[in-house]
Protein backbone atom coordinates (compact mmCIF):
# COMPACT_ATOMS: atom_id res chain seq x y z
CA UNK A 1 0.00 0.00 0.00
CA UNK A 2 2.88 2.41 0.49
CA UNK A 3 3.91 1.83 -2.91
CA UNK A 4 0.70 2.21 -4.99
CA UNK A 5 -0.95 -1.49 -3.24
CA UNK A 6 -4.27 -2.11 -1.64
CA UNK A 7 -4.99 -2.33 1.77
CA UNK A 8 -7.20 -5.74 1.86
CA UNK A 9 -8.76 -5.44 5.30
CA UNK A 10 -10.36 -9.20 5.00
CA UNK A 11 -6.53 -10.67 4.56
CA UNK A 12 -5.77 -9.10 8.01
CA UNK A 13 -8.85 -10.34 9.81
CA UNK A 14 -9.67 -13.65 11.82
CA UNK A 15 -11.56 -14.40 8.59
CA UNK A 16 -8.26 -14.01 6.35
CA UNK A 17 -6.73 -17.67 4.90
CA UNK A 18 -3.49 -17.37 7.00
CA UNK A 19 -5.84 -16.80 9.94
CA UNK A 20 -8.26 -19.74 8.94
CA UNK A 21 -5.08 -22.02 8.27
CA UNK A 22 -4.43 -21.77 11.43
CA UNK A 23 -7.91 -22.64 12.94
CA UNK A 24 -9.52 -24.97 10.63
CA UNK A 25 -5.59 -27.03 9.94
CA UNK A 26 -2.73 -25.57 11.98
CA UNK A 27 -4.80 -26.09 15.40
CA UNK A 28 -5.74 -29.67 14.59
CA UNK A 29 -2.85 -31.36 12.99
CA UNK A 30 0.03 -29.42 14.77
CA UNK A 31 -0.98 -28.37 17.87
CA UNK A 32 1.51 -29.92 19.76
CA UNK A 33 4.50 -27.84 17.89
CA UNK A 34 5.63 -25.20 19.56
CA UNK A 35 6.33 -23.42 16.69
CA UNK A 36 2.94 -23.57 15.77
CA UNK A 37 1.90 -21.34 18.38
CA UNK A 38 4.74 -18.77 18.11
CA UNK A 39 3.75 -18.65 14.48
CA UNK A 40 0.59 -17.89 15.63
CA UNK A 41 1.71 -15.17 17.88
CA UNK A 42 3.71 -13.46 15.16
CA UNK A 43 0.76 -13.73 12.68
CA UNK A 44 -0.91 -11.45 15.08
CA UNK A 45 1.84 -9.48 15.41
CA UNK A 46 1.93 -9.10 11.81
CA UNK A 47 -1.71 -8.38 11.00
CA UNK A 48 -1.29 -5.09 14.27
CA UNK A 49 1.63 -3.47 12.19
CA UNK A 50 -0.11 -3.90 9.28
CA UNK A 51 -3.39 -2.16 10.05
CA UNK A 52 -1.41 0.20 12.45
CA UNK A 53 0.77 1.05 9.40
CA UNK A 54 -2.71 1.27 7.06
CA UNK A 55 -3.93 3.88 9.85
CA UNK A 56 -0.96 5.98 9.72
CA UNK A 57 -0.57 6.14 6.28
CA UNK A 58 -4.32 6.93 5.71
CA UNK A 59 -4.29 9.81 8.17
CA UNK A 60 -1.53 11.01 6.01
CA UNK A 61 1.39 10.40 8.49
CA UNK A 62 3.27 8.70 5.84
CA UNK A 63 7.15 8.64 6.90
CA UNK A 64 5.64 6.92 10.25
CA UNK A 65 4.09 4.61 8.53
CA UNK A 66 7.35 3.85 6.40
CA UNK A 67 9.04 3.57 9.90
CA UNK A 68 6.59 1.04 10.31
CA UNK A 69 7.37 -1.29 7.42
CA UNK A 70 11.20 -2.38 9.74
CA UNK A 71 8.77 -3.99 11.97
CA UNK A 72 7.13 -5.41 9.23
CA UNK A 73 9.99 -6.98 7.62
CA UNK A 74 11.32 -8.33 11.20
CA UNK A 75 8.52 -10.26 12.11
CA UNK A 76 8.51 -11.71 8.65
CA UNK A 77 11.64 -12.80 9.13
CA UNK A 78 10.64 -14.22 12.03
CA UNK A 79 7.69 -15.74 10.95
CA UNK A 80 9.79 -17.37 7.91
CA UNK A 81 12.50 -19.01 10.40
CA UNK A 82 9.33 -19.81 12.88
CA UNK A 83 7.85 -22.07 9.74
CA UNK A 84 11.45 -23.46 8.38
CA UNK A 85 12.26 -24.59 11.49
CA UNK A 86 9.16 -26.15 12.03
CA UNK A 87 9.48 -27.79 8.69
CA UNK A 88 12.91 -29.22 8.68
CA UNK A 89 11.80 -30.78 12.46
CA UNK A 90 8.89 -32.79 11.09
CA UNK A 91 10.74 -33.50 8.02
CA UNK A 92 12.51 -36.18 9.68
Not at 26 to 42: D, S, T
Not at 67 to 77: H, R, T
Request: charged share 20%; hydrophobic share 35%.
Amino acid sequence: MLYGGTYDPAFFSATGPVSQWFTATGQVKYNREPELHALINVHQELNTAATQMHRLYTSGKIDEAHDGLKNIEKKSDQFLDLLAQMEKRLAV
